[in-house]
């Protein structure tokens, strides 16, 4: 159970790595670049680092619980220094 979601979150956070992609090539210009790079980017990393600190826990000992920590709190750094949301 726990790898079938490690994987759904992984292919998730490819696809949104796919969608920044096109965005950046196809947007017209630069702020709208600009906007899809910041935003699919945070989410796509935070949904990757999600699923390795949850599959680090699937095999669960006091190394894999240090090391699952701190994959969580780079996403959560991630989260927080994200771009700014655009006003409007």
Same mark, same amino acid.
């Given at each position: 159970?726990?790898?079938?979601?490690?994987?759904?979150?992984?292919?998730?956070?490819?696809?949104?790595?796919? *969608?920044?992609?096109?965005?950046?090539?196809?947007? %017209?210009?630069?702020?709208?670049?600009?906007? *899809? *790079?910041?935003?699919?980017?945070?989410?796509?990393?935070?949904?990757?680092?999600?699923?390795?600190?949850?599959?680090?826990?699937?095999?669960?000992?006091?190394?894999?619980?240090?090391?699952?920590?701190?994959?969580?709190?780079?996403?959560?750094?991630?989260?927080?220094?994200? %771009? %700014?949301?655009? %006003?409007?």
């Amino acid at each position: 159970m726990i790898d079938a979601l490690t994987v759904a979150l992984m292919l998730l956070g490819f696809l949104f790595f796919l *969608a920044t992609s096109v965005g950046i090539i196809r947007f %017209p210009d630069f702020f709208c670049r600009m906007h *899809a *790079a910041g935003k699919g980017d945070t989410l796509s990393t935070v949904l990757i680092l999600g699923s390795l600190a949850l599959y680090n826990l699937s095999h669960l000992t006091g190394e894999t619980l240090l090391v699952s920590v701190k994959i969580v709190f780079i996403a959560v750094f991630i989260f927080i220094l994200r %771009p %700014p949301k655009e %006003p409007g």
